[in-house]
C-alpha cells in the first residue's frame, strides 16, 4: 500500500488544464462536501459515469474517507441500469500515489500491522473493478504509485498521459506489491520484468509501459481526457452483455485448460445470443446499416 500523502503548491498540468477547458456536460454532481473537500467526485453523464479521486494536494493518496466514497461511488454505478461504462482518473498532477502513508502511523509513532486494511478496503475495491458489469477506463493522468498503480491496471483497458509514470513504490517502505500487484504485473509484463518493477521500484514511463503491455495506450497529455471521454461514449453505444461477458471469459482464461475455456466460451455465447443486442446485431447486418445496441439482458 504504498504511497502518498505528498502535500504542497502545485502547477496545474496539462491534462488538467484540457480538461478544465472542456465544456462539462454533467448531468449530476455526487458528494455533500464541497468540491473542493470531496476525496471523490461522480460526474453522470449520458451512459457513463466519471470518477475522480480528489485529493489533489496528497497526490491522491487514499484514507478511509477516500475509501468509502470510493465504495459508494462504484456500487452506485453498478445499480444503476443506465450506465454502461466508468471512466477512472484522478484530480490534479497524479493518478493516485497509493495509500496516505500517514494513516498507517500511530499517534506515539508506531506503524500498523497491515493486513485487515486489505480485506476491508483494497481486496475488495480490486474485486469490483474487475467484476463491473460494464468496461472500466482509467486515465492515468500523472504519476501511479504502490496501490495506486495496480489499482489502475486493474481496470479493462488503461490510457496513460504520455507524462504519466508507474512505480510499484512498496519495497521502498518494507512492503510488497498488493492490489493484485503480483498477479497482474506478470500477466501483463512476464516474470521477468515483472521482478525488475517489483524488486527495485523503479518507475517506468508511460510510453515504455505501453511498449511492454502493461497499458492500452499513452496520449499526449493535451488528448488524454477527450480520448478517455470518447472511448466511454463509444462503450454506450456498445453491446454492453457481451462485454461483461469478454471480461469475465478473459479473467477466467488465466485459470483454465483449454475444455474449461471451451465450455466457458459455450456457455457464454449462449447467455450472449439471448440478448435483444444480438438480434439486433444480426438484422442490422443483414440490413447493412449500424446496429442500435440497449444493453439490456434478456427479458
Not at 1 to 8: F, H, L, Y
Not at 32 to 42: I, R
Not at 276 to 289: C, H, N, T, V, W
Given at each position: 500500500?504504498?504511497?502518498?500523502?505528498?502535500?504542497?503548491r502545485q502547477a496545474i498540468s496539462p491534462v488538467r488544464r484540457a480538461t478544465?477547458?472542456?465544456?462539462?456536460?454533467?448531468?449530476?454532481?455526487?458528494?455533500?462536501?464541497?468540491?473542493?473537500?470531496?476525496?471523490?467526485?461522480?460526474?453522470?453523464?449520458?451512459?457513463?459515469?466519471?470518477?475522480?479521486?480528489?485529493?489533489?494536494?496528497?497526490?491522491?493518496?487514499?484514507?478511509?474517507?477516500?475509501?468509502?466514497?470510493?465504495?459508494?461511488?462504484?456500487?452506485?454505478?453498478?445499480?444503476?441500469?443506465?450506465?454502461?461504462?466508468?471512466?477512472?482518473?484522478?484530480?490534479?498532477?497524479?493518478?493516485?500515489?497509493?495509500?496516505?502513508?500517514?494513516?498507517?502511523?500511530?499517534?506515539?509513532g508506531k506503524t500498523t500491522v497491515l493486513g485487515d486494511a486489505l480485506d476491508?478496503?483494497?481486496?475488495?475495491?480490486?474485486?469490483?473493478?474487475?467484476?463491473?458489469?460494464?468496461?472500466?477506463?482509467?486515465?492515468?493522468?500523472?504519476?501511479?504509485?504502490?496501490?495506486?498503480?495496480?489499482?489502475?491496471?486493474?481496470?479493462?483497458?488503461?490510457?496513460?498521459?504520455?507524462?504519466?509514470?508507474?512505480?510499484?513504490?512498496?519495497?521502498?517502505?518494507?512492503?510488497?506489491?498488493?492490489?493484485?500487484?503480483?498477479?497482474?504485473?506478470?500477466?501483463?509484463?512476464?516474470?521477468?520484468?515483472?521482478?525488475?518493477?517489483?524488486?527495485?521500484?523503479?518507475?517506468?514511463?508511460?510510453?515504455?509501459?505501453?511498449?511492454?503491455?502493461?497499458?492500452?495506450?499513452?496520449?499526449?497529455?493535451?488528448?488524454?481526457?477527450?480520448?478517455?471521454?470518447?472511448?466511454?461514449?463509444?462503450?454506450?453505444?456498445?453491446?454492453?452483455?457481451?462485454?461483461?461477458?469478454?471480461?469475465?471469459?478473459?479473467?477466467?482464461?488465466?485459470?483454465?485448460?483449454?475444455?474449461?475455456?471451451?465450455?466457458?466460451?459455450?456457455?457464454?455465447?449462449?447467455?450472449?445470443?439471448?440478448?435483444?443486442?444480438?438480434?439486433?446485431?444480426?438484422?442490422?447486418?443483414?440490413?447493412?446499416?449500424?446496429?442500435?445496441?440497449?444493453?439490456?439482458?434478456?427479458?
Open positions: 500500500m504504498a504511497g502518498g500523502g505528498e502535500c504542497g478544465m477547458a472542456r465544456p462539462n456536460p454533467v448531468v449530476e454532481l455526487h458528494e455533500e462536501a464541497p468540491m473542493e473537500e470531496a476525496p471523490v467526485l461522480v460526474e453522470r453523464r449520458a451512459g457513463y459515469r466519471v470518477i475522480t479521486l480528489n485529493r489533489p494536494r496528497q497526490l491522491n493518496a487514499f484514507n478511509e474517507a477516500m475509501h468509502q466514497a470510493l465504495k459508494r461511488a462504484l456500487a452506485e454505478a453498478e445499480e444503476d441500469a443506465d450506465c454502461r461504462a466508468l471512466l477512472l482518473t484522478g484530480a490534479g498532477r497524479a493518478f493516485c500515489a497509493g495509500q496516505d502513508l500517514r494513516d498507517r502511523m500511530t499517534p506515539d476491508t478496503h483494497y481486496n475488495p475495491l480490486v474485486r469490483k473493478l474487475r467484476t463491473l458489469p460494464f468496461p472500466v477506463v482509467a486515465a492515468v493522468n500523472g504519476v501511479a504509485a504502490g496501490a495506486g498503480a495496480n489499482i489502475a491496471l486493474a481496470c479493462d483497458i488503461v490510457l496513460a498521459a504520455r507524462s504519466a509514470t508507474f512505480v510499484q513504490a512498496f519495497v521502498k517502505i518494507g512492503l510488497i506489491p498488493d492490489c493484485g500487484g503480483t498477479w497482474l504485473l506478470p500477466r501483463l509484463v512476464g516474470p521477468a520484468r515483472a521482478r525488475g518493477l517489483a524488486l527495485t521500484a523503479e518507475p517506468l514511463p508511460a510510453d515504455k509501459a505501453e511498449a511492454w503491455g502493461l497499458i492500452w495506450k499513452t496520449l499526449d497529455d493535451l488528448e488524454l481526457m477527450a480520448q478517455a471521454h470518447q472511448l466511454c461514449v463509444h462503450f454506450t453505444a456498445a453491446p454492453t452483455v457481451a462485454l461483461a461477458l469478454i471480461k469475465r471469459a478473459l479473467d477466467e482464461a488465466w485459470a483454465n485448460d483449454l475444455d474449461a475455456q471451451l465450455d466457458l466460451e459455450r456457455e457464454s455465447q449462449r447467455e450472449a445470443s439471448l440478448t435483444p443486442d444480438y438480434a439486433e446485431g444480426m438484422r442490422a447486418f443483414l440490413q447493412k446499416r449500424p446496429p442500435v445496441f440497449t444493453g439490456r439482458r434478456a427479458p
